[in-house]
């Protein structure tokens, strides 16, 4: 059974850090691209990051970069999302996804690009 399990969220003060996790299991995903999206209550899931399978190519929403930084872990079968500078806007349900196809170059940033989700981690920024 393929599993995404997200982990790291929180409450943090605008301005803080948090570092999210995905673990991946019951397959390996190193040849698929992984993204993280979020949504916040009321509003539809958005695009965050995505990295490729090498890792050679990294995609941004614009709201996060400079802020945000994902990376991966193949031989752990992890992805990771840095986020610094946090704005209550931020405030959301993260998840990850792992890419319907293998090595794609370049990194999805469409949902409907994904086909396996986790079940999400709650981040949550106070002003």
């Known amino acids: 059974q393929v599993q995404l399990v997200e982990s790291g969220g929180g409450l943090v003060e605008a301005g803080g850090s948090l570092r999210l996790s995905c673990a991946a299991s019951g397959r390996t995903f190193s040849n698929y691209a992984m993204g993280w999206f979020r949504q916040a209550p009321g509003k539809e899931r958005e695009f965050v990051a995505a990295?490729?399978?090498?890792?050679?190519?990294?995609a941004y929403a614009d709201s996060v970069k400079e802020r945000f930084t994902i990376s991966r872990d193949r031989a752990k079968n992890t992805v990771y999302l840095e986020m610094n500078r946090l704005k209550p806007e931020d405030t959301a349900v993260y998840y990850c996804a792992a890419d319907h196809s293998p090595l794609r170059v370049r990194a999805g940033v469409r949902s409907s690009e994904y086909e396996y989700w986790g079940q999400g981690t709650q981040v949550t920024v106070s002003s």
């Open positions: 990295i490729t399978w090498s890792g050679g190519s990294l």
